[in-house]
């Protein structure tokens, strides 16, 4: 049973930085995998996640939010079986918990950039980290 397991979560204030990491045992990063991040929409919206980052193990590419771009970065440790999300600037709107998706389908290289960004992709969900950013 593959579960991936969150860690890094925290409190810091408005500009900090926290790493996240996540580990999933019986879980092999290759062959055209979607591993990504995910953050839980606030209460009233329609859509239940927020896409942060993903990393697509056919090619190594990785995709940041547009709203995050250059603020946040994910990072692929095969050697580990693990990802990390370096969130750099933090602000309060970044507040949330945080989740681990990876995927048991495995996806063509062309529908990569846009599936890994859907949270139907994903089977395999994390408990989730909580962050909280303070002013």
């Known amino acids: 049973q593959v579960q991936p397991v969150e860690s890094g979560g925290g409190s810091v204030q408005a500009g900090g930085s926290l790493r996240l990491s996540c580990a999933a045992s019986g879980y092999t990063y290759d062959s055209n995998k979607c591993v990504g991040w995910f953050r839980r929409a606030p209460p009233g919206k329609e859509y239940e996640w927020v896409y942060i980052a993903s990393v697509f193990t056919g090619d190594g590419i990785t995709h940041v939010s547009d709203s995050m771009k250059g603020r946040f970065t994910i990072s692929p440790d095969n050697a580990k079986n693990s990802v990390a999300l370096q969130m750099n600037s933090l602000n309060e709107e970044d507040t949330g918990m945080y989740y681990c998706?990876?995927?048991?389908?495995?996806?063509?290289?062309?529908?990569?950039?846009?599936?890994?960004?859907?949270?139907?992709?994903?089977?395999?969900w994390g408990q989730g980290t909580q962050v909280t950013v303070s002013s």
């Open positions: 998706a990876l995927s048991r389908r495995q996806f063509y290289v062309a529908g990569a950039p846009a599936l890994c960004k859907r949270s139907g992709s994903y089977e395999y």
